[in-house]
Structure formats: structure tokens, C-alpha cells
């Protein structure tokens, strides 16, 4: 079968690449075609890559009004493409602005729409729940709280577990040392403290300086910052200065892996260091515009990942006013080593693994795409 794929961003092409090799195996003559990145591009078959996604990703209200052109451009060169192509179904990876779009052009010409990772309308545009049951014919989700909340809102989805599992089952599965690791990464003896910033620039420029000043208060560890590929290294040296924190890149796992703790901004990040178990704190800051903004659309109790999945708190959330430096250096502690919550989180942490099902959900997934359209393939058959 023929199977179209829409992933607009890094982690979009993450998953993107693992759910093909999830329908390989069930589908060993599959054909794809995709817009996306190198990992896809890697499993996928880089002629079969149309566009990648670092040509067609804008973010934010400004990015997206003044490149509204292209992006209008792109939207419907993606049509013409799949019209022309005529795939079997269309599988749309999270990036809802422009995937809904595609959404319900599919559904124009008749082309079944699978949407896999779906949007977060939980927590901000609610009004996306009426398209994604007009346009969508099935809804595959990644975060067990979210088989209630679209079933009140009329949809059935599929739960098959979060595909991070896989990435962190397969990075763990070729972890150096802690010795080795920090040996390649310049890093000294002393036990390691993750900070990951954020993976935009604005993110880091409000949230890199705070954690940088946290370093000077714990000199017994190193502090080492997670950078990301897609932005400069001077950046980070930048804001850094002359504090006592490292630099590693594009080695987000492996620096989480052999941390003692972390320091975590909101999103995808939060589950992430809880998957691997590095006991973590968040901190998040932004303008005070953003939070006005976000205090008007948002309407979840919780900023990070672990909270909301586990319905409580068991990563403290400082944001805005409540990151200070005495409020950050107190939950720090408590969960290092020999801290008072370390253990607490710990077994918090197994929990949530439990509430997330084991690795191998994107071959799970995939093997239920492929058992969906040959069973609607034969109803239509036989009608």
C-alpha cells in the first residue's frame, strides 16, 4: 500500500521515522512518500522525501504572518502532490496549522486521513476538536489522559503507548559510560546536572541565564547545558559567560542519562527526563505578554508532560515569578542525591512509565494503520 506522510517538525520527523519502520514490518512492500526530514529520509528513502521540514517549519504568530506566502505555497504544492500520488491514506504527524489544512483537502477527494500524535486541544484552540472530527478518520494519540478527553468530545482514538519510549529504550541501549561520556565531552569527575533550556532561541534567552547563575551555588557538581544542532554554539557561550557551566550537543539523552538531576524548561522535555529517570525540576520563564496571552487560551492545570499525565504534581513547576533563585536552589537539593524527594520521585517516576506502556508503541501503531486499511479496504471491496 501507498502511505503519504506530513511531519513539519524535528520531533515530528522522530516519530515519523520510527512509524515507518513500525509499518514496514507489517507491510514489508509499503510505499512512501513524505514530507519530513533525514530520519524519515533514512528509513523512508530520501527520493521519497518531497520537502524537508526545515524548509517549510515557521513558529509563532510574527514567523508564521510574514512568510505567509510561501507557507500558502507550500500548502498547496503538498496538494497537488498528493492528489497526484494517490496514496492508499494519509498519515498527518502532529503540526496541526498546516496538517488540518491537508486534513480536509483529503477528505475533498476522498483520500482516508490516519492523524497520528494529535494536536494538544486540550490545552489551547479546542476549536480544532470539530475538525478533527470532520476531516480526520482516525485519531492516533501518544498521552493516556487523552482517551477521556476525546471521547467526551465525541472521537474514539487509539492509544498504542508513546513512541519516546522507543527513542529512550534505543539511546539507552548504546550508553557509554558516565566516565566515557564525560571524557568525549571535556567534562571533569564531578556528578552531572542536566540543563536544557528550551530548543528556540527566545526560550534560552530567558531561561539559559537563570540556570547558569543556579550553577554557582552547587560547585561540588557540574552543570553541563544541552544544546541544540539548529542553533549556533555562540549563543549559549554568550548568555553563559564566564559561569561554571559546560556545553554538550545534540546529546540531549546520553546528558540526561548520566545526570544526576535536571533542570528542565516546559515541554516535550519534562517526559523525556522522566522516562530516562533523572530526577528533574522545571523552570520556565517568558514575556510577560506570552503569559497574559497564555492565561486567556491555556486551560490545563500543569505546564509539564509528567504532572498532567500523572493528574498531580510530582515535578515542581516553577514559572515566571515563582522561579527565584532561593525557591530553585531549595527543590534542586531535594531531589540530588541524599535530597529529601529524590526517592518520592523515583517511585513517581515507575509509575508513570506504567501509565505510558512499554517500548515498541510505534511498532505498535503501525501495525494497527496497516490493519485498518486492509480491513477498510476489503469492506469497500466487498460492498
Not at 487560551?297 to 499525565?309: E, G, H, K, T
Amino acid at each position: 500500500m501507498k502511505y503519504y506522510l506530513i511531519a513539519g517538525e524535528a520531533s515530528g520527523d522522530l516519530h515519523g521515522s520510527n512509524l515507518i519502520r513500525g509499518i514496514l514490518k507489517a507491510d514489508p512492500d509499503a510505499e512512501f512518500r513524505f514530507w519530513g526530514g533525514d530520519r524519515m529520509a533514512a528509513v523512508g528513502g530520501r527520493d521519497n522525501l518531497v520537502k524537508h521540514y526545515k524548509e517549510a517549519s515557521f513558529m509563532g504568530f510574527w514567523e508564521v504572518l510574514k512568510h505567509l506566502p510561501t507557507i500558502l505555497g507550500q500548502i498547496g504544492a503538498c496538494r497537488c502532490d498528493v492528489e497526484t500520488w494517490r496514496p492508499d491514506v494519509l498519515i498527518l504527524i502532529d503540526y496541526a496549522g498546516f496538517n488540518l489544512r491537508m486534513a480536509r483537502f483529503a477528505k475533498t477527494i476522498g483520500i482516508p486521513t490516519y492523524y497520528y500524535i494529535a494536536p494538544k486541544v486540550w490545552a489551547w484552540k479546542e476549536s480544532r476538536v470539530k475538525k478533527l472530527r470532520r476531516y480526520v478518520d482516525r485519531l492516533f494519540i501518544i498521552f493516556p489522559f487523552e482517551i477521556d478527553y476525546f471521547r467526551k468530545h465525541g472521537i474514539e482514538p487509539i492509544y498504542e503507548g508513546n513512541p519516546l519510549m522507543d527513542s529512550v529504550e534505543d539511546r539507552r541501549a548504546d550508553l557509554d559510560t558516565t566516565a566515557a561520556f564525560a571524557a568525549a565531552n571535556g567534562l571533569d569527575h564531578r556528578p552531572i546536572v542536566a540543563l536544557l533550556a528550551g530548543s528556540r532561541a527566545s526560550e534560552i534567552r530567558y531561561n539559559l541565564p537563570f540556570m547558569a547563575e543556579l550553577s554557582e551555588r552547587f560547585p561540588s557538581f557540574q552543570f553541563v547545558v544541552a544544546g541544540v544542532p539548529w542553533l549556533d554554539r555562540a549563543l549559549y557561550e554568550q548568555i553563559i559567560g564566564d559561569r561554571p557551566v559546560r556545553y554538550v550537543c545534540d546529546k540531549t539523552y546520553d546528558l540526561l542519562a548520566h545526570a544526576e538531576a535536571a533542570v528542565v524548561t516546559s515541554g516535550t522535555a519534562t517526559l523525556e527526563a522522566a522516562l530516562i529517570g533523572t530526577p528533574e525540576v522545571v523552570c520556565y520563564r517568558t514575556s510577560w505578554l506570552s503569559i497574559l496571552i497564555g492565561r486567556l487560551v491555556i486551560r490545563i492545570p500543569y505546564v509539564s508532560l509528567v504532572n498532567l499525565i500523572m493528574g498531580r504534581e510530582v515535578v515542581r513547576e516553577l514559572l515566571q515569578h515563582h522561579m527565584t533563585m532561593h525557591n530553585a536552589e531549595t527543590e534542586l537539593r531535594a531531589i540530588l542525591p541524599g535530597g529529601a524527594k529524590r526517592e518520592r520521585m523515583e517511585a513517581d517516576y515507575a509509575e508513570l512509565r506504567a501509565r505510558v506502556g512499554e517500548a515498541g508503541a510505534s511498532d505498535r501503531f503501525g501495525a494497527r494503520m496497516v490493519a485498518l486499511l486492509r480491513a477498510e479496504k476489503e469492506s469497500r471491496h466487498d460492498r
